[in-house]
């Protein structure tokens, strides 16, 4: 199973950016997709997820701003960035979970000039 992350870039405060997570390779759905990132000097943190059935979960920092979403059909994951903060500059991570077994995509880096 892969996961592919792309849409990262530089954008200045307030604005919005796109990141896409293709996965590829996976017989079953995934139980759940998620958004991590990882600021300089900073522990991985969860930001959003997904379940299966389409609950969605964000930190209280994302909250309003971010919306994830995925589509079965295409096999993709989806995390808008509305309303960036330098705050938000991280390299981010998506994750898919099928049952016990954890998978990774590659780091985008998001960058949010002030």
């Known amino acids: 199973v892969q996961l592919q992350a792309s849409g990262g870039g530089l954008v200045q405060a307030g604005g919005s950016l796109r990141l896409s997570c293709a996965a590829s390779?996976?017989?079953?759905?995934?139980?759940?997709l998620g958004w991590y990132r990882q600021a300089p000097g900073k522990q991985r943190e969860l930001v959003a997820w997904?379940?299966?059935?389409?609950?969605?979960n964000y930190i209280a920092s994302v909250k309003g701003r971010f919306t994830i979403s995925r589509d079965d059909a295409k096999n993709t994951m989806y995390l808008q960035m509305n309303s960036l903060k330098p705050e938000d500059t991280a390299v981010y991570y998506c994750?898919?979970?099928?049952?016990?077994?954890?998978?990774w995509g590659q780091g985008t880096l998001v960058t949010v000039s002030s």
């Open positions: 994750n898919g979970r099928i049952a016990w077994d954890n998978f």
């Open positions: 997904i379940t299966i059935s389409g609950t969605t």
């Open positions: 390779g996976n017989r079953r759905s995934f139980n759940s």
